[in-house]
Structures are given as structure tokens and as C-alpha cells.
């Protein structure tokens, strides 16, 4: 599914004294299939972009095209354009409310008026999807699993909705660095296995340089900086004007570069990296 964001402006409390301008007429396309990051420092307007790409927010003015379909025209019913945007918010393991794993899961498929058959189906295929086992988990309490788990299932929640782009949030803050590593495994998965059209909203740089193929830097509501991921992370100037800075083995290219060895900066394999400044080392560069 290809989205477009036509000149979007988001105001929270027009006219109030605290009104916020959190989005300044801001154009973004994002094509089918495509892997993106979205960063930004804290404030920068990645949530509320979000929110008003999966049309939960409406835009004070511009545009959001899903596929051509305009979400914010108000004569057209647009919400079967929008069910195919599914948003993993921040915290998503906050909204788990039903007694077991597979109930919570099977919410939002049976509000679409599937029949039984089809959402019991959805509920396996999305445990799957996750990487939880059905059997294992289907009756479990959602209150009973860990951390990274409730995120998991929060995620499958989402995926039973059959969405084409799936948006995450901060989806791996506050998780141990294996709840991180599981979540960014199914992620890589669902895009490359399902072709599934992936944003994935993080302010951590080294997640984002390890996944994504293209990045757009927000600041102040407006984009900053946007490319290729090995383009934008090998520039530390300009991404430091938006408030960013490098990925860590990036930043550590970077000031052997300033020291004076001869290294490319956007390299996020730390292997490639070691071989490279083992290679620096041989040519006796220092
Ligand atoms: N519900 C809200 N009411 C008022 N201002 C808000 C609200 N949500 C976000 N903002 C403000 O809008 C701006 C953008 O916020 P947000 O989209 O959450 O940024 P980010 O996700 O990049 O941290 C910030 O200045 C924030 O304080
Ligand atoms: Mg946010």
C-alpha cells in the first residue's frame, strides 16, 4: 500500500493558549513494501505523524492518500482504507484487557463481523506470525507473561487485522535486550516473508541503522533529513542539526576518522567494521 502525506499540519488546542503546532506542512511518500524509520528528537512530532497517517487524528489541513483513497475526505467512508494501517502505539501491552491471550487477540477480527472459523484462524496465524506457540500460549492470561511477550501479543492483536502497512511506535522501549532482539526478528520477518510496508518510529539509531532501508528525520514538525539509510547515517554534521546523533559503530568510525584513520563512517555491522580497522591497522595508516 503506498501512503502519502500531502502538506500535513497538526495543531493540538487551536486557539488555546498551549496550542502546539506539532506538524508544519509536511509532505511525506512512503511506497509499497517499503522498510522506513522514523526518527526524531523527543517532541519532533513522530507520534501525532503517525497517528494521523492511520487516520486516528484528522489533519488540521492536508492530506493523507492510502492507495489514492483520502483519508480525511468526510463524504466517503474511509475506514476500510484505514483498517489496512495498523498502529502499534508506545506501551501497547497497556491495552490488554481479556482473560486469555487468544480473546484479546481474536477483539479486533471479530469486531469486523468475521465469523467464528475466520478469526479462530487469525488468532493462530497471528501467535504465529509473532513467534509465540498457539498451543503454549492461546490460554494464557495476558497478565502472566513477560514483558516482551505482552508486547508480542499486543502485536498480534494488530496483525489478526490483516493490515498491508504496519506502523510500530516505540515498540522495543523499556523491553530486556532479548524482548528487543524477538520483536525485531518477527518485524524483519513480516516485511521480507509478507511484503508488509513497515514504519518503524524509534529513537534508537542502532535499531533503526540494523533494520530499515530508508530514513526521514523529523525536527520541529518538519522533515529535517530523509534517505538511504547508509546515507543519511554518514553524515554526523547534519543529522547533529536535526537533533540526531550517528548510530554507535558510526560514532566510533567517526572519531577514528577525526584522529586520522581512513574509514567510511556508515557501517552498522560490527564485524565489518573490526575488519576494517584490523585492515587500517595492517597498512600501519596510525
Ligand atoms: N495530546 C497532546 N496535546 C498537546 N500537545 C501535544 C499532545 N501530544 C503531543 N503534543 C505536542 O506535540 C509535539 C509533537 O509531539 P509528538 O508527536 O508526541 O512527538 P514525538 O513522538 O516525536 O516525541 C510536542 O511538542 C508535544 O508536546
Ligand atoms: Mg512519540
Keep these: 500500500m503506498r501512503i502519502e502525506a500531502e502538506r500535513l499540519t497538526y495543531i493540538y488546542g487551536p486557539g488555546l493558549p498551549w496550542e502546539k503546532r506539532a506538524l508544519d506542512d509536511l509532505s511525506l511518500r512512503i511506497e509499497e513494501g517499503e522498510f522506513v524509520g522514523l526518527v526524531g528528537e523527543t517532541g519532533s512530532g513522530k507520534s501525532t505523524l503517525v497517528q494521523l497517517l492511520n487516520g486516528i487524528l484528522r489533519p488540521t489541513s492536508g492530506r493523507v492518500l492510502l492507495d489514492g483513497v483520502d483519508l480525511t475526505d468526510r463524504r466517503k467512508p474511509v475506514w476500510k482504507a484505514r483498517l489496512q494501517v495498523g498502529l502499534v502505539f508506545q506501551f501497547p501491552e497497556s491495552q490488554l484487557f481479556a482473560e486469555t491471550v487468544a480473546e484479546d487477540i481474536a477483539f479486533g477480527p471479530r469486531n469486523l463481523g468475521l465469523d467464528r472459523q475466520e478469526v479462530s484462524k487469525r488468532v493462530e496465524e497471528s501467535l504465529l506470525k509473532v513467534g509465540l506457540e498457539p498451543a503454549l500460549f492461546r490460554q494464557r492470561s495476558p497478565f502472566t507473561l513477560s514483558g516482551g511477550e505482552k508486547r508480542l501479543v499486543a502485536i498480534a492483536g494488530i496483525l489478526a ?25 518477527r518485524i524483519k520477518l513480516l516485511h521480507r516473508n509478507e511484503r508488509t510496508t ?25 522533515i529535517c533529513r530523509q534517505g538511504q539509510t547508509t546515507e ?8 547533529a542539526g536535526c537533533g540526531i546523533r550517528l548510530p554507535t559503530i558510526p560514532q566510533i568510525l567517526s572519531s577514528l576518522g577525526r584522529a586520522g584513520w581512513r574509514l567510511p563512517v ?20 596510525v
Excluded: N, W, Y
Excluded at 232 to 239: K, Q
Excluded at 266 to 284: M, P, T
Design 161 to 185: 487485522m490483516c493490515p498491508r502497512v504496519l506502523i510500530v511506535d516505540e515498540v522495543t522501549a523499556g523491553l530486556d535486550p532479548r524482548g528487543k532482539r524477538d520483536i525485531l526478528t
Design 198 to 222: 513497515v514504519i518503524m518510529v524509534s529513537h534508537d539509531m542502532d535499531e533503526i541503522a540494523s533494520l530499515v532501508e530508508r530514513v526521514v528525520v523529523l525536527k520541529g514538525g518538519r
Design 232 to 239: 543519511v547515517f554518514s553524515d554526523e554534521e547534519s543529522l
Design 266 to 285: 556508515s557501517i552498522f555491522d560490527v564485524q565489518e567494521a573490526a575488519r576494517l580497522i584490523a585492515q587500517e591497522c595492517h597498512r600501519g595508516a
